[in-house]
Nanobody, 128 residues
Framework: QVQLVESGGGLVQAGGSLRLSCAAS?????????MGWFRQAPGKEREFVAH????????YYADAVKGRFTISRDNAKNTVVLQMNSLKPEDTAVYYC????????????????????WGQGTQVTVSS
């Protein structure tokens, strides 16, 4: 099993940047899990934001964040990071870190149901 804890959310002006971090326990298995970020705004379904492979060599982004967000990971530190630049009010949501077990993927864009492990979420608010 993997425990995930997000941090780094907050309030930022449009055009600004935030860096979200996800700390994972279970270092003996962390490198086997692909990781993703999802977000959920009030009254909306949870939506895919970004995904990174277990090795960190491949990544995939939702069209809405391409060119603005970057996902990365450090398996030695059991961390996943979402760097968010050029933020827009539409990015306002609770952001969740998620882990996907080996062999659980295959859909494009990745589905929330593919991820078995979830953090508690961190609030991101972008003002204009």
């Amino acid at each position: 099993q993997v425990q995930l804890v997000e941090s780094g959310g907050g309030l930022v002006q449009a055009g600004g940047s935030l860096r979200l971090s996800c700390a994972a326990s279970g270092r003996r298995t962390f490198s086997s899990y692909a990781m993703g970020w999802f977000r959920q705004a009030p009254g909306k379904e949870r939506e895919f934001v970004a995904h990174i492979s277990s090795s960190g060599k491949s990544s995939y982004y939702a069209d809405a964040v391409k060119g603005r967000f970057t996902i990365s990971r450090d398996n030695a530190k059991n961390t996943v990071v979402l760097q968010m630049n050029s933020l827009k009010p539409e990015d306002t949501a609770v952001y969740y870190c998620a882990g996907r077990s080996p062999g659980s993927g295959g859909h494009s864009p990745p589905l929330a149901s593919e991820y078995a492990y979830w953090g508690q979420g961190t609030q991101v608010t972008v003002s204009s």
